[in-house]
């Protein structure tokens, strides 16, 4: 069964760092598509980072494009999402996803690509 559990969230201060990260169980990291999506309060769900691992290539809306970045460690299973120059609308839960195998469609910062989700983990910049 697939799980991913995130943790690395926190409070911060407008202009700080952090790093999330995402343990993936059930599904080998770098075989697998992963997202990380950002709902702030009263919004729906946003992604900001996507990592196609046939390509290695990576997506970002230019919200966060040089700021966030995505990464796998595959010897670990985990991947991570780095956060600098935080600003307060970056304040909310963040989520870390991977497709069901076999899925034909493929949006990489489109929520509906994504079955499997994690329970978030908060963050919250002030």
């Known amino acids: 069964h697939v799980q991913l559990v995130e943790s690395g969230g926190g409070s911060v201060q407008t202009g700080g760092s952090l790093i999330l990260s995402c343990v993936v169980s059930?599904?080998?990291?770098?075989?697998?598509?992963v997202a990380w999506f950002h709902q702030a309060p009263g919004k729906e769900r946003e992604g900001v980072a996507a990592?196609?691992?046939?390509?290695?290539?990576?997506s970002y809306p230019d919200s966060v494009e040089g700021r966030f970045t995505i990464t796998q460690d595959i010897a670990k299973n985990v991947v991570e999402l780095k956060m600098n120059s935080l600003k307060p609308e970056d304040t909310g839960m963040y989520y870390c996803a991977t497709p069901r195998a076999g899925n034909s469609d493929y949006g990489p910062l489109r929520a509906w690509t994504y079955y499997y989700w994690g329970r978030g983990t908060q963050v919250t910049v002030s």
């Open positions: 990592l196609n691992p046939q390509t290695g290539e990576t």
């Open positions: 059930g599904v080998t990291v770098g075989r697998v598509s």
